[in-house]
């Protein structure tokens, strides 16, 4: 069963990543890129989003597949429903937000914290939906190019934090467990340290 | 050799990790700066400081002196302390004696290991928290106004955290009664270097 489940859910990963490849719309975030690409690329070109994503996305791998596999429509609703409130103005209090968020992800991945699940799901909820409020488009509101860049993004989300779950909830030996706690270390020393420069104003 | 499931795993682990190092946003955010760029200088800085390297070095080797559970706290533990140091630098918070400080942390983790000395994990952990929060101090005024903050923070984290690991490859061998001695001389090794650099800067 479990193994069914992987499968289809690499399927649908694998899918949604060919679909996505045929589009192409007049603008986008990068140039030389279509629309829907830019959004698809978008968590990638952030390091607060990236960081962010990776620290959830181990966080609910070191639970387990079985919480990777629910958490996958959690993600993508929170992340649609932020990108749907996402407007210049939020910025500022968003991109801070997201470093803590991701600081506190990271050092419960390093103490290796067993949230309860319900717990563990409003925090991921949340950090989908904070990525997503701090991911405004300048595409005029309602306009079909401002859909497809938002379901770029959308897409972006799932997939980089379907990678970064994916192989941390495979893991079964006691020394990549340590590994993965290391790894939650380096990513709450980071967005800790960047927190620390935007207050100061060093950083962006 | 490794096994299918082993490479998969960490083909997946090398994926996600080059996916963190290769995002350049330079032609879509300005306000992020080059991530690339700045995770490149992040990670260079511990590497391009001889006495940084040579005490992570140490952290690592003495790591595995003291055994489990240092051998895995010390990794965890380490870039949070560091990083806490590493904000104080940020934020302009002055320390005294910040490169004698690291200097002595050479000498003195050197020492630990060259004398296998395995005193309570709290002390441990004492000493090489207080060392943490110099080196992160260092790297935090020294950080570049130009780089993308965070992934140079990812980098000189991640660079330290590597140099951990080599230490504790280094120390692999002190299972063995040739490795111990070999793992004791490095250590020796490393607390000569730290008084040279001790001597040099008073």
Not at chain 1, 123 to 145: M, N, Q, R, Y
Not at chain 2, 32 to 43: D, E, K, W
Not at chain 2, 152 to 163: E, K, M, N, Q, R
Request: proline fraction near 5%; charge should be neutral; aromatic fraction near 6%.
């Amino acid at each position: 069963m479990g193994g069914n489940r992987l499968r289809r859910a690499r399927s649908l990963v694998l899918a949604t990543g060919l679909v996505a490849a045929s589009s192409a719309c007049a603008h986008g975030g990068f140039e030389g890129v279509g629309t829907f690409y830019a959004g698809l690329l978008h968590p990638l070109a952030v390091s607060a989003h990236l960081v962010a994503l990776v620290a959830v996305g181990v966080f609910c791998g070191q639970r387990g597949w079985a919480f990777v596999v629910d958490s996958l429509p959690t993600v993508a609703a929170a992340t649609m429903i932020g990108l749907a409130l996402a407007r210049p103005e939020t910025e500022p209090v968003a991109g801070p937000l997201l470093l803590v968020a991701a600081g506190f992800t990271g050092l419960a991945v390093a103490l290796e914290l067993k949230l309860p699940a319900t717990a563990a799901a409003i925090w991921v909820a949340l950090v989908g939906g904070v990525i997503g409020v701090d991911s405004p488009t300048d595409l005029a509101t309602g306009s079909a190019e401002r859909w497809i860049a938002l379901g770029g993004t959308s897409l972006g989300v799932l997939l980089l934090f379907a990678w970064c779950a994916t192989p941390v909830a495979r893991i079964n030996a006691a020394w990549q467990r340590i590994g993965i706690r290391v790894v939650g270390s380096w990513l709450s020393a980071g967005a800790v340290l960047s927190l620390v420069l935007v207050a100061t104003g060093r950083g962006a | 050799m490794l096994s299918d499931a082993r490479f998969r795993w960490l083909g997946g682990v090398l994926i996600a990790l080059l996916t963190v190092v290769a995002g350049d946003p330079a032609s879509a955010h300005e306000a992020t700066g080059t991530a690339a760029g700045g995770f490149a200088s992040g990670f260079m800085h511990p590497l391009l400081g001889p006495d940084h390297l040579i005490a992570m070095i140490a952290v690592g080797l003495w790591g595995a002196v003291l055994g489990a559970p240092a051998l895995w706290i010390l990794p965890i533990a380490f870039p949070l302390v560091m990083a806490f140091g590493g904000a104080l630098g940020v934020a302009g918070v002055p320390l005294p004696g910040v490169e004698v400080g690291i200097a002595v942390s050479a000498l003195v983790l050197g020492l630990a290991v060259a004398a296998a000395a395995r005193p309570p994990i709290w002390i441990a952990a004492l000493i090489v928290a207080a060392f943490a929060v110099l080196h992160g101090h260092a790297h935090g005024v020294e950080l570049p106004d130009s780089a993308s903050p965070l992934a140079y923070s990812l980098g000189f984290v991640t660079a330290t955290g590597l140099l951990h690991l080599a230490g504790i490859g280094i120390a692999s061998a002190y299972g063995k009664p040739a490795g111990r001695v070999v793992v004791r001389v490095v250590g020796a090794g490393i607390a000569l270097a730290g008084l040279v650099f001790l001597i040099g800067r008073s």
